[in-house]
């Protein structure tokens, strides 16, 4: 018999593969306004300081996303 271990005779079932499972698993977790609010701020934040690093400074224009990351992050979240 070339049964894998742990099936049943006659068990056709195909085994969950990894990109079923990881869609089922993003798809339960619900994403809200202040989640999306707090992706972009990030990413704000994230591009003010390496533009800072790298030496960008647009004329102080770069300032400008670190207005915006500290406007769309939410602050409430944060007192519970």
Same mark, same amino acid.
């Given at each position: ?39 972009? +701020?990030?990413?704000? %934040?994230? @591009?003010?300081?390496?533009? !800072? $690093?790298?030496?960008?400074? *647009? =004329? #102080? +224009?770069?300032?400008? %996303?670190? @207005?915006?990351?500290?406007? !769309? $992050?939410?602050?409430?979240? *944060? =007192? #519970?």
């Amino acid at each position: 018999m070339n049964q894998p271990a742990g099936r049943a005779k006659g068990d056709r079932t195909e085994p969950i593969g990894r990109d079923e499972c990881s869609r089922a698993v993003l798809a339960s977790i619900p994403v809200t306004r202040s989640d999306t609010h707090a992706a972009i +701020a990030f990413g704000a %934040l994230s @591009a003010w300081l390496g533009m !800072l $690093f790298i030496g960008w400074t *647009l =004329g #102080g +224009a770069i300032h400008l %996303l670190l @207005a915006l990351a500290l406007a !769309l $992050f939410p602050w409430r979240r *944060l =007192g #519970g």
